[in-house]
């Protein structure tokens, strides 16, 4: 079982940037980003194979970026250009096997989440 801890969320303005991190126990070769705000399904954001293949959904491309630190076992999102509809509750998620899409179904390990709130 690998163990994810996300860190970095916090409350900014609209226009503003955060940059989240997620810790995990050990390497996986799938790791990703999901958000969920009140009342809505849970989103995928982005993900990133083990050798840095990314992929992103439309809602965040060109606003966020998502890196890995294998060394680390450290997992990035840099959100720049934040809008108030990205309030949500940010959620680190990782597998252990080849991931090709931004489903939940994917993803076996998740972190507790981190909440994000940006205010116009």
């Known amino acids: 079982q690998v163990q994810l801890v996300e860190s970095g969320g916090g409350s900014v303005q609209a226009g503003g940037s955060l940059r989240l991190s997620c810790a995990a126990s050990a390497y996986t070769a799938c790791m990703g980003w999901f958000r969920q705000a009140p009342g809505k399904e849970r989103e995928g954001l982005a993900r990133i194979r083990g050798y840095g293949n990314t992929m992103y959904a439309d809602s965040v491309r060109d606003r966020f970026t998502i890196s890995r630190d294998n060394a680390k076992f450290t997992l990035y999102l840099q959100m720049n250009s934040l809008k108030p509809e990205d309030t949500a509750i940010y959620y680190c998620?990782?597998?252990?096997?080849?991931?090709?899409?931004?489903?939940?179904?994917?993803?076996?390990?998740w972190g507790q989440g981190t909440q994000v709130t940006v205010s116009s």
């Open positions: 998620a990782a597998d252990d096997r080849f991931c090709s899409t931004l489903e939940r179904q994917e993803y076996n390990y």
